[in-house]
């Protein structure tokens, strides 16, 4: 079972940055596809970005495409997410998830297997 843990999460101004990261353990990444989930006070929990391993590829939410990356550093065994331009709607606990891999990046959280607890992204206007 792999395990990870988020780390980065804080409190921003509107407009503002941060990096999260996601450190794994007990397996490599490079095994899996990996995302990120991110779940506000009193909503569901929402697909925001994911990085298939076999081919490369990564997927975005439509509400953070051009302003989040998601990228990963295999020799660090890491997944990032790069979210610039942040607003008071990204506010919300950042989970990243691992999955099977698969060309297809998943968007459901049912389709991961393992999960973080999550830091704490706070963006003040």
């Known amino acids: 079972q792999v395990q990870l843990v988020e780390s980065g999460g804080g409190l921003v101004q509107t407009g503002g940055s941060l990096r999260l990261s996601c450190a794994a353990s007990?397996?490599?990444?490079?095994?899996?596809?990996m995302a990120w989930f991110r779940q506000a006070p009193g909503k569901e929990r929402e697909f925001v970005a994911g990085?298939?391993?076999?081919?490369?590829?990564?997927a975005y939410a439509n509400s953070v495409k051009g302003r989040f990356t998601i990228s990963t550093d295999n020799a660090k065994n890491t997944v990032y997410l790069q979210m610039n331009s942040l607003e008071s709607e990204d506010t919300a606990v950042y989970y990243c998830a691992a999955g099977a891999p698969q060309f297809v990046i998943r968007v459901v959280e049912t389709d991961y297997d393992y999960w973080g607890q999550g830091t704490q992204v706070t963006v003040s206007s």
């Open positions: 990085i298939g391993v076999i081919a490369g590829t990564t």
């Open positions: 007990g397996r490599t990444l490079s095994s899996y596809n």
